[in-house]
Nanobody
Framework: QVQLVESGGGLVQPGGSLRLSCAASGFTLEYYAIHWFRQAPGKEREGVSCINRDNSSTYYADSVKGRFTISRESAKNTGYLQMNSLKPEDTAVYYC?????????????WGQGTQVTVSS
């Protein structure tokens, strides 16, 4: 079955860290860019970070630069989003998606999302 499954979300205090995983099955993830999105309650979905398919470039939204790091591990067919120095405004459902390229094309497949809540 072709699917993406996110995991690693949870409740964390401000300043804490989480690492989200995006596990692919039924296809080879390294052939695609991985794009992380998030959607907070009452807000539109926004792009957070992207890594292109040869890992030569990455993209970060201004709101997460210096705090989040995107990566992938081809041997595990999995992408990651390391989130440090978390803030309450990072609270959202986080989704990973595959794309051909980070820019100027639409997501091909979405995961189901994982909830991240940053609160004291």
């Amino acid at each position: 079955q072709v699917q993406l499954v996110e995991s690693g979300g949870g409740l964390v205090q401000p300043g804490g860290s989480l690492r989200l995983s995006c596990a692919a099955s039924g296809f080879t993830l390294e052939y695609y860019a991985i794009h992380w999105f998030r959607q907070a309650p009452g807000k539109e979905r926004e792009g957070v970070s992207c890594i292109n398919r040869d890992n030569s470039s990455t993209y970060y939204a201004d709101s997460v630069k210096g705090r989040f790091t995107i990566s992938r591990e081809s041997a595990k067919n999995t992408g990651y989003l390391q989130m440090n120095s978390l803030k309450p405004e990072d609270t959202a459902v986080y989704y990973c998606a595959t794309k051909y390229y980070c820019y100027n094309n639409s997501p091909l497949k979405w995961g189901q999302g994982t909830q991240v809540t940053v609160s004291s």
